[in-house]
């Protein structure tokens, strides 16, 4: 898998997103890569739980490749969110633990593949944000849905509404973060803590995984995000976030 390096240890998977250069930031490739290593996480036996973290010390995942986005219509951006929504629904739904190791920013996709793993442990200088707004977006990958279940609807609505990015210590406070720790020793901590999972009767955790999943999970939610998401990919606002963006100017949204 060119985008991802998996390496397999004590019945622990670890998937790093491995694009540095680009911030570990979501595409198309990633997507596909980061399915085939959930689908061997779900069927190889060897295989008990998993880590999902991102290269270097920068970055989980920064978010989007938002240079693919200029050229989508509508129904090309209900494709992609859609596509994304299948692999972290794929994730959130794996009856194997799977624990997010942010090590830096998780933002906008980023933070949505963050929230589908089943909880998140954080570095001291982890940042999560929805900042999709300034694209003229919304999130498109689950965010609308999963940060609200975790936060609470108000949190939500302020973190996604600002596009505000906070540290470790307020994501913990508001709930999105387990435990935080120095960046050295994330990785030890996260299996660890999967070590003592693994020790228990398997059937039993996938059972907990599975109904803790069942509380208040509204799939109309999720596919109503879908379409508001595509919608937004015929505004003129969109198309000026995204260019703003990727030139590294401050949009002028016009509200058409």
């Known amino acids: 898998m060119s985008t991802l390096l998996i390496q397999t240890e004590a019945g622990i998977c670890a998937i790093t997103i491995n694009r540095p250069d680009k911030l570990n930031a979501l595409n198309k490739e990633v997507f596909n890569d980061l399915e085939k290593a959930i689908d061997e996480v779900y069927t190889n036996p060897e295989i008990k739980s998993a880590i999902i973290t991102g290269s270097g010390n920068k970055a989980f995942v920064a978010g989007a490749d938002i240079s693919e986005f200029l050229e989508l219509k509508s129904n090309d951006a209900t494709t992609l969110a859609k596509r994304g929504h299948d692999v972290f629904d794929k994730i959130e739904n794996c009856p194997k633990p799977i624990i997010a190791a942010v090590n830096g920013f998780a933002l906008g996709g980023g933070c949505e593949l963050a929230l589908a793993c089943h909880f ?3 570095s001291e200088n982890a940042r999560f944000g929805q900042p ?6 919304i999130p498109g990958y689950g965010g609308t849905q999963r940060l609200v279940q975790v936060t609470g609807k108000g949190r939500a609505m302020e973190l996604i509404m600002t596009g505000k990015v906070v540290t470790a210590k307020e994501a913990m406070d508001y709930g999105i ?5 120095p960046p050295e020793e994330l990785l030890a901590k996260a299996k660890e803590t999967l070590s003592l999972i693994n020790s228990k009767a398997p059937i039993a955790v996938s059972k907990v995984i599975e109904c803790i999943n069942n509380f208040d999970h509204n799939q109309q939610g999720y596919d109503f995000e879908i379409k508001k998401f595509s919608e937004c990919f015929q505004t003129d606002d969109m198309k000026e976030g995204a260019s703003a963006f990727l030139e590294k100017r401050k949009p002028a949204f016009k509200g058409r």
């Open 120 to 122: 998140i442990y954080a």
């Open 132 to 137: 999709e707004v300034n694209l003229g977006l």
């Open 177 to 181: 973060v387990n435990e935080i720790f």
